[in-house]
């Protein structure tokens, strides 16, 4: 049997302890769990992590295929301990609303999650998307957002960030990655008038558990955007994917935010904003913005002026008081041990 060694857990006399031994002693529920197949510093395996645990045992989840369920599926082996239904790239929205229905007419009382990554939620799976928030099924729609196709190679989606080099969108003479901007998916679906829709970052599990709760108390639907770095898509080296995530938070690119029935009614106040600089050169994607000509200055100032847009249109700038803080307030729990 496996084994590992954990300072914060009682060990045996040998200071070893077994995995399914620590397992049963964590206090907190785990409903997606080890064994799966993500590439090393995943941000989306983090991020269904944290979702799963703070949303408990009585869920069921609809996932729409991409990374998330091609690494967490693989047969014989499931990393989920909760029922779990496949569904297609394009219809998340369709398949748990249609689950959510049989339950309320079986009488169970379960919520249902719908689990996608960007291309299956700004992209294909949209209309089934809207469909469901419309019809307000009584369903938590979260997506792992990792800003491109990556379980197909690393394909360009809407949520792409402008600049960013892709596979189809490359950085070359003619162009410095992608030309269009990332799609602003939370205010679409807000436009649905629907209850509750937030952003999370795996760099803030805090955050995003209590996030994860509230939209659990809510009737009807409620949506979630987790930003999700992908190492192999944006070219950063595994062990930095919390890093590179709060950097995207503290330059003011990922506004972390809460709107109810279309109102902003929270964010994360940014103490100590970074220059976009920072985020950008952590990752191979945008390494092309980094050479002295005036067409890469010009994409530099940019994507400065987009987050300075953010920092102004949901007043992020924050101050000491703030109870939250952006420099690393939150630690990453592990299964409710707190490590050494
Ligand atoms: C209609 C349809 N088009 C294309 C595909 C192929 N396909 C499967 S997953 C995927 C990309 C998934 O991207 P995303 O939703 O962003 O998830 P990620 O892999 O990045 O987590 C594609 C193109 C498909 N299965 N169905
Ligand atoms: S390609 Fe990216 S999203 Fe997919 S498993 Fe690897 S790190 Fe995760």
Avoid at 246 to 260: D, M, N
Avoid at 299 to 311: C, D, K, S, V
Wanted: hydrophobic content about 40%.
């Amino acid at each position: 049997m496996s084994t590992i060694t954990n300072a914060g857990a009682p060990t045996r006399a040998d200071g070893t302890i077994s995995l399914t031994e620590l397992r049963e002693q964590q206090p907190r529920f785990q409903g997606f769990v080890g064994g799966h197949r993500a590439c090393v510093g995943c941000g989306q395996a983090l991020a269904a992590r944290l979702v799963t645990e703070a949303a408990g045992p009585d869920v069921a989840v609809a996932n729409a295929t991409g990374c998330l369920e091609v690494f967490s599926t693989a047969w014989p082996d499931s990393a989920w301990r909760v029922p779990w239904l496949h569904s297609l790239f394009e219809n998340a929205g369709a398949i748990a609303s249609g689950m959510e229905a049989a339950y309320k007419a079986r009488g169970v009382s379960a919520k249902v999650l719908a689990f996608a990554g960007d291309g299956g939620t700004f992209d294909i799976g949209f209309q089934s998307l809207s469909g469901m928030i419309e019809r307000n099924h009584n369903v938590l729609y979260v997506c792992y957002d990792n800003e491109a196709y990556m379980n197909t190679g690393i394909q360009r989606s809407s949520s792409t960030p402008h600049a960013a080099a892709t596979t189809t969108s490359p950085a070359g003479r003619e162009r410095l990655g992608k030309r269009h901007m990332k799609k602003d998916i939370l205010q679409i679906v807000a436009a649905h008038h629907m209850p509750y829709a937030a952003t999370a970052s795996v760099a803030y599990p805090s955050d995003l558990r209590k996030k994860v709760r509230r939209a659990m108390e809510i009737e009807g639907t409620t949506f979630l955007l987790v930003h999700s770095p992908c190492p192999l898509g944006w070219r950063h080296d595994g062990a930095k994917s919390v890093e590179v995530a709060r950097l995207a938070v503290t330059t003011g690119l990922v506004p972390i935010i809460e709107l109810e029935r279309g109102s902003l009614t929270g964010s994360m106040p940014i103490r100590e904003p970074r220059p976009v600089v920072d985020y950008l050169r952590a990752q191979g994607r945008f390494e092309h913005l980094f050479v002295d000509t005036p067409a890469a200055r010009e994409e530099l100032e940019h994507i400065q002026a987009l987050a300075n847009y953010n920092m102004e249109r949901y007043q992020l700038r924050g101050s000491g008081h703030d109870a939250r803080d952006t420099a690393g307030a939150d630690t990453v729990r592990r299964g409710g041990v707190r490590w050494a």
